[in-house]
C-alpha cells in the first residue's frame, strides 16, 4: 500500500493502476467473470451484508439486557465482515498482479523439514530415509542457486 | 515484499516470508484453540449449571478479538504460501470449531513442511 499522502510513493502505487488499453481490458477483467469468481464475488457480498445483520442481531441483544459478550459481538461481526472483505480485495489483486501465462499458483517454497530419520527401528528403512533426505537436500540447494 | 532469509551456506534465499508467517500463524491457532476450549469446556458449563457469567463474559469477549487476529495471521500465510481459496476458508473457519481447529493447525503443518499448499 502507498502510505502517506497524495504526491508521495509515486513510484509504488498501486499495482492495479495500469494504463487502462485495450489489452489490460480485455485480458485482465475477465479474470474476474469466470464462474469461479462470479460465484465468489456473490459469497463474499452476502457474507458481508450477514455480518452486518449479526452484528444487529447482537446489538439488539445487548441492548435487551445483554452482558459484555453481546456488546463485543455487536463490534465483533463487523469487524470481521470488513476483515473478509479486505481479505478479498487482497485476493483480487493477486489474481489481478498474476502472470496469465504462469502455472496454476502452487507453493514452491519447501520449509526445512528435520530429517525424520529411523522411525521404525528398520535399519534398511532407516537407510532409505537418509537416501531420500539426501536426495531432497540435493534438490533444495540446485534450487538455490538458481 | 518477499523476505530475505539466509541458508546455512550464506546465500540470501527468497521464501516470501513464510517461515515467518507459518510460526505467527501456529501460535494464533494454538492461541484461539486453547481459548475455545476453555470457552466451551469449563466457561459454559460454569454459566449455564453453575450461574456463574463471568468466566463466558471476559474469555468470550477475549477470543473474539484473539479470532480476528488468528484470521489475519492465517490469511497472511495463506497468500504468501498461495493457498487454494477453498482450502483458506475452511482452515479460517476451522479456528471457530472446538477442537477441528487443532486439526486443521496438524494439516496446515504437515502440508507447509511438505512444501505443499493447502
Known amino acids: ?146 | 515484499m518477499a523476505a530475505e532469509s539466509t541458508t546455512a551456506n550464506g546465500r540470501a534465499r527468497t521464501d516470501r516470508g513464510i517461515p515467518a508467517a507459518f510460526t505467527r500463524y501456529r501460535v494464533m491457532a494454538w492461541v484461539v484453540g486453547v481459548m475455545l476450549i476453555a470457552l466451551v469446556l469449563v466457561a459454559m458449563p460454569l454459566k449455564y449449571l453453575a450461574d456463574t457469567p463471568g468466566p463466558v463474559a471476559v474469555i468470550g469477549t477475549a477470543h473474539g478479538f484473539l479470532y480476528a487476529v488468528y484470521l489475519l495471521a492465517a490469511f497472511d500465510l495463506a497468500l504468501r504460501a498461495r493457498w487454494s481459496a477453498k482450502g483458506t476458508l475452511l482452515v479460517l473457519l476451522a479456528g471457530t470449531v472446538p477442537f477441528l481447529s487443532f486439526v486443521a493447525e496438524r494439516v496446515v503443518t504437515r502440508r507447509t513442511r511438505a512444501g505443499q499448499s493447502v
Open chain 1, 1 to 146: 500500500m502507498s502510505g502517506g499522502p497524495a504526491g508521495r510513493g509515486v513510484t509504488s502505487g498501486r499495482r492495479r493502476r495500469r494504463p487502462t488499453g485495450a489489452g489490460y481490458t480485455r485480458g485482465v477483467l475477465p479474470r474476474l467473470l469466470t464462474p469461479r469468481w462470479v460465484l465468489l464475488h456473490l459469497l463474499v457480498a452476502a457474507l458481508f451484508v450477514a455480518t452486518f445483520f449479526l452484528g444487529y442481531w447482537q446489538l439488539t441483544k445487548a441492548e435487551d439486557g445483554g452482558g459484555a459478550v453481546n456488546w463485543s459481538y455487536a463490534l465483533q461481526w463487523p469487524l470481521y465482515g470488513l476483515m473478509g472483505l479486505w481479505f478479498y480485495s487482497k485476493m483480487v489483486r493477486d489474481e489481478l498482479a498474476r502472470d496469465p501465462d504462469a502455472d496454476e499458483p502452487g507453493q514452491d517454497v519447501v520449509l526445512y523439514q528435520r530429517p525424520r530419520i529411523d522411525t521404525t527401528g528398520d535399519p534398511e528403512m532407516a537407510a532409505y530415509n537418509a537416501y531420500l533426505a539426501e536426495l531432497n537436500e540435493k534438490a533444495l540447494r540446485g534450487r538455490d542457486g538458481r
